[in-house]
């Protein structure tokens, strides 16, 4: 019998921590991805495309003159994102046209994923 409650009580300590480690995004391969009720989920994202109309490296933030987002009954608007990272827009310029995704951040505001040129 005491084999058993050792066995379970190491059971529950291991299903208890295991999403506790995914959710520090401390596992390689888990970009993008967060914990919900123990279980490992993909970030909702969403396709913007817009002009840039400034960066600010020391903010890390981009305001893009975008287009409407259907997915969030959002209308065409200027809007100000955060950068996962500020190195995205080393080969662009403010007036270039971008196409981009971007997620909910944990603060509430939107952070840009990934950035192509829009072909024209």
């Known amino acids: 019998m005491n084999r058993f409650y050792l066995t379970l009580i190491l059971a529950c300590s291991a299903a208890a921590t295991l999403p506790a480690h995914a959710a520090t995004g401390n596992m390689p391969g888990l970009d993008n991805m967060r914990t919900v009720s123990g279980q490992i989920i993909q970030a909702q994202t969403f396709m913007g495309q817009g002009k840039i109309n400034s960066m600010n490296p020391d903010a890390n933030t981009v305001i893009v003159a975008m287009g409407p987002v259907k997915a969030l009954g959002w209308p065409s608007m200027p809007m100000n994102f955060l950068l996962q990272n500020?190195?995205?827009?080393?080969?662009?310029?403010?007036?270039?046209?971008?196409?981009?995704?971007?997620?909910?951040?944990?603060?509430?505001?939107q952070v840009i994923t990934?950035?192509?040129?829009?072909?024209?």
């Open 114 to 120: 990934r950035v192509t040129p829009v072909r024209q």
């Open 86 to 109: 500020m190195v995205m827009l080393n080969s662009y310029k403010a007036g270039e046209m971008v196409n981009f995704n971007f997620a909910k951040d944990t603060a509430g505001g």
